[in-house]
């Protein structure tokens, strides 16, 4: 088999930007993702085993119910479910959502084990004038800080973007420990590195009718009302790093009420997505969140050349011609094969006897890519084999995403 080395020009790396668009329709204690809705599978309801507002890590058992099989996997029994599993041993690796004394108490040699599916989805935190943000919260310790405090560096840090960017302001008679505040996180997996500046657009609708869009039309984090009775006015802020939006907004939008909390009120953009906070459903509010995440996804794209003259050979044995005497011996303790075997000449012809002039033809089905060391790394497959003859040569475009 014949090893072809890549030139400097016919290798090349880049990074490719993109933009993936991100919807998430909220509804009645519902989270929607990109208009995915909840299918019933065969054995499954929903068939992911997650409803449509979640991202499902690696697509694991779909259409598949947890049940005893009667079987074991080593210390683990097995329950028809895939599952992710590491053995303790001195590298003391372990999972993440494992507990440093589970950990400790499980002996060398025992199987760890989680579960699958891995799922995410936007969580929605809603803070009023009473909320704690540091302090004893029911069984929590006096070192309990809320995420909303957690955040104070962070929103300071931005203050060099616009004003708007401080946890505690007299410019804007706020401080985000004593006022209303909703704090939506969206976590990155579906917006990669950052959220796209500009792109957030945030709906309100009230029994199906919209009376209130934001939207981050200055690209600098700052969330503005650019629809509805408070059109025009700062309603929040966006982390596009970090993926939060923090919302103040508490002018009522209109004079109905819905039950967003405990007590009914009117609808405010701190109460946008509150249905997904808890127990609360609000069922004549609605809302939609758009935005773009920003996406690097390294590529290699290589470039593999067939030149004329070269690859006319093949080990296929449909490649040579196919008769009963094409062995010089054969016995039950040997078979030998003639030294010369003639290639079977595929030339198609206008007639059935005799056929086209002769003429050295393969079939390019794959391309190996090998390392220094002549190690196979990597396979590329054509849809349909590519005719190769003496005079054809072929460039094959390679491109890996890593």
């Known amino acids: 088999m014949p090893y072809y080395k890549f030139k400097r020009n016919e290798v090349f790396k880049n990074t490719l930007k993109t933009f993936p668009s991100v919807k998430f329709t ?12 909840n299918i019933s599978g065969a054995f499954a309801n929903p068939i992911r085993l997650t409803d449509g507002g979640n991202v499902s890590l690696y697509e694991l058992n779909i259409d598949r119910v947890s049940s005893s099989t009667g079987r074991s996997i080593g210390q683990v029994n097995d329950n028809g479910l895939i599952f992710p599993f590491v053995v303790k041993n001195g590298t003391r690796i372990d999972f993440r959502t494992s ?21 995410s989805s936007i969580a929605k935190e809603y803070y009023d004038t009473t909320t704690p943000r540091i302090g004893t919260v029911s069984s929590l310790t006096d070192g309990y800080v809320s995420h909303l405090r957690a955040l104070k560096n962070t ?65 600098d984090g700052v969330l ?15 982390l596009y790093n970090e993926g939060l939006m923090i919302l103040t907004g508490t002018a ?100 059935a006897d005799p056929t086209g002039s002769f003429e050295k ?17 990597g396979i590329a497959k054509v849809a349909t084999p590519v005719k190769k003859t003496v005079e054809r040569d072929f460039t094959f475009k390679i491109k890996l995403d890593i």
């Open 361 to 377: 033809t393969t079939y390019i089905s794959k391309i190996g890519i090998y390392d220094e060391d002549k190690n196979l790394i």
């Open 26 to 37: 909220v509804y009645s204690g519902s989270a929607y993702y990109n208009n995915t809705p």
């Open 224 to 238: 503005y009302s650019t629809f509805g009775v408070s059109s025009g006015s700062v309603i929040g802020l966006a």
């Open 252 to 351: 009522a939008l209109n004079g109905s009420t819905d039950a967003y909390k405990p007590a009914t009120d009117n609808p405010k953009w701190v109460y946008f997505a509150q249905s997904i906070s808890g127990s609360i459903t609000a069922p004549n509010s609605s809302y939609i969140m758009q935005l773009s995440g920003t996406s690097f996804t390294q590529t290699l794209t290589m470039f593999a050349t067939a030149q004329k003259g070269d690859l006319n050979h093949s080990n296929n044995p449909t490649y040579l011609e196919y008769a009963a005497g094409n062995y010089a011996a054969t016995s039950s303790q040997a078979y030998l094969e003639l030294a010369t075997r003639k290639v079977k000449n595929i030339v198609s012809s206008a007639y």
């Open 155 to 219: 929103i300071n840090h931005y203050n060099y973007v616009n004003p708007h960017f401080a946890y505690s302001s007299s410019l804007h008679q706020r401080d985000f420990d004593t006022v209303e505040v909703g704090l939506i996180n969206i976590p990155t997996v579906f917006y990669g590195s950052q959220i796209k500046k500009g792109s957030i657009n945030l709906e309100y609708y009230f029994t199906g009718t919209l009376i209130g869009r934001a939207q981050d039309k200055n690209e």
């Open 99 to 119: 507990t440093e004394p589970s950990f400790n108490s499980a002996s060398y040699g025992d199987v760890l084990v989680s579960t699958y599916p891995y799922t």
